[in-house]
Each structure stands twice: as C-alpha cells, then as structure tokens.
C-alpha cells in the first residue's frame, strides 16, 4: 500500500502523541521517579520495571510481525529494518554516555522533550547538552570521514 507524505505525517504525529502520554501515564518525565527506579541502595522505586516490561512486550510483538518474511508495514512498500548486527565501539560508548545521561539527569531524550511542552531549567539544560552531544558526534564524524577515506 502507497501512502502519501501527509498520511505518513499524521501517522507520525499520532505514534509520537501517543508515545508522549504513555511516558506522562507512567511517569517517565519525572526525574525523580526515574532516580528512585536507579536507586537500587536507598529508596528503590521498581514502578518503572513494568513500563519497561509492557515497552518489551508490545514490542515483540511487533517485532515478530515485522520480522516474519515476506512482511510489509501498514504505510509503505518495504520493511526498513537495520542490517548492522555488530557491537562496535560507537554503539557501545554511545549507549554508556545514554545510561550515565540518564542516571545524572534522570531524563532519557523523549521524556527530556516533552517535559519542554512546561519547561523548567534542569530540563531546558538537559536537551541544550543533549542537542550539543548530537551536534558534536555529526561534527566529530564529519572530520573523521577524510582520515578515514586517506588511509585506504
């Protein structure tokens, strides 16, 4: 099934409306109930172990349909899965600095944008070194490109 840009659009304005609610319904834009689910020493909060658990059930169960060949999405002609299946270096760093991120700010970047819909600092200060980190990793890759391509 073809669709056009404005039904893609909409489907993706409603898929991230409703993954909003879902991350204010369960508490996910609160910092301090994300620390309390990482605070394993003191106040431990596990609340945040079921949203997870239903995040991983409903996404097997997409998975699976998704991965089941010969399968074709709702909105468009082909799948558009990954096929890097490696853990590299970047990968690896990259989800370090996501978890040391998450734990210091108690944000993750989806609930660090919609907390922006009632902005406070902390969070204004989260996604501005968020936006930073992603501007330096595009800048640091660019550079890299032309070492990488005048070593072969």
Known sequence: MSCTLVQRRVTAF?????FGV???????????????FL???????PSLMFVMAGAIGAHAIFARRALRPGARPLLGETMDLPRRTELDA????????FGVGW???G???G????CLASPS?????????MAAGMLAVRLARREARPLVASRS
């Open 14 to 18: 409603i898929a991230g409306l409703a």
């Open 121 to 129: 600092v902390p969070t204004i200060a989260f996604v501005a070194a």
């Open 39 to 45: 605070d394993f020493a003191g106040n431990w909060d």
């Open 22 to 36: 879902g991350l204010l319904i369960s508490g996910m834009t609160q910092p301090s109930k994300v620390l309390g």
């Open 103 to 105: 734990g210091i700010g």
């Open 90 to 97: 970047p990968l690896l760093v990259g989800a370090a600095l």
């Open 111 to 114: 609930p660090a944008l919609v």
């Open 107 to 109: 944000y993750c970047p």
